[in-house]
């Protein structure tokens, strides 16, 4: 500003600018302090750190130790995000198995075995002996309410909750 355009305001009027310049000021703080903590935030948010085996929950510790009885655990991960925990389990075959919080599966894969079926619904199982005999099966999902399984020659399936197929996906 003109030092010549405060000439046009009283005194009450520039100390009232002055207080409002100063809460600007004040403000323009706030939000830098604010945005550097959540910048802060951002780069803890999601970290992954190292765990022992038997600090997963005891879902995803059976479901190793029933599935996949010969194999021996290469790596456990834990990734804390907001509000929500995940687990990484990677075996000694390649397979790696993700988890959420409670310890339930949620995408088992390994792209150079075949997985072993034994964790699939029955119908699940059926389907596949019934429509694909042999092939093998390379990635299991569970993408909200269904369950996406991949077999080795690129076959996507898909399924409900339930164990009944829905369709086959692209």
């Not at 150079?112 to 429509?131: G, Q, S, V, W």
Request: hydrophobic residues 40%; aromatic residues 14%.
């Amino acid at each position: 500003f003109h030092l010549s355009f405060f000439f046009f305001f009283s005194s009450k009027q520039l100390t009232m600018l002055c207080v409002i310049f100063k809460n600007i000021l004040v403000m323009k703080k706030t939000i830098f302090a604010l945005f550097s903590i959540l910048i802060m935030g951002i780069t803890v948010y999601g970290q992954k750190k190292m765990i022992d085996f038997e600090q997963l929950p005891a879902e995803a510790k059976q479901f190793v130790k029933t599935n996949f009885p010969n194999e021996t655990v290469s790596v456990v991960s834990m990734e804390t995000k907001a509000f929500d925990t995940e687990y990484d389990v990677r075996l000694s075959d390649n397979t790696k198995i993700e988890f959420d919080k409670d310890g339930k599966w949620e995408d088992v894969k390994n792209k150079i075995h075949c997985l072993p079926t034994n964790f699939l619904l029955p119908d699940i199982r059926n389907f596949l002996e019934a429509k694909h005999p042999g092939n093998c099966i390379k990635e299991v999902e569970r993408v909200r309410y269904k369950i996406k399984v991949e077999t080795a020659n690129g076959i996507e399936l898909i399924f409900n909750n339930d164990g009944a197929f829905i369709e086959y996906d692209d």
